[in-house]
């Protein structure tokens, strides 16, 4: 089964690191892939780009 993408975005590169480190230990057996991004320029880029994201965002080009 396919894991389902998240998407954190925070300008802290630590908090993004302790974060995820938190929820997967926390739910060490999830079905999320956790992407990060550190503002919202690079958010919409990964939104864009991704495969992961690709059937969420609507923001691909046809």
Do not use: W
Not at 16 to 26: C, E, H, W
Not at 39 to 53: H, I, K, P, V, Y
């Amino acid at each position: 089964m396919a894991k389902t993408a998240a998407l954190l975005v925070d300008n802290e590169e630590d908090f993004r690191f302790i974060f995820t480190r938190q929820i997967k230990r926390i739910f060490p057996d999830s079905e999320f892939e956790f992407s990060e991004a550190a503002d919202g320029e690079e958010a919409l880029e990964l939104l864009r780009t991704s495969q992961a994201f690709h059937h969420y965002s609507g923001l691909h080009d046809a």
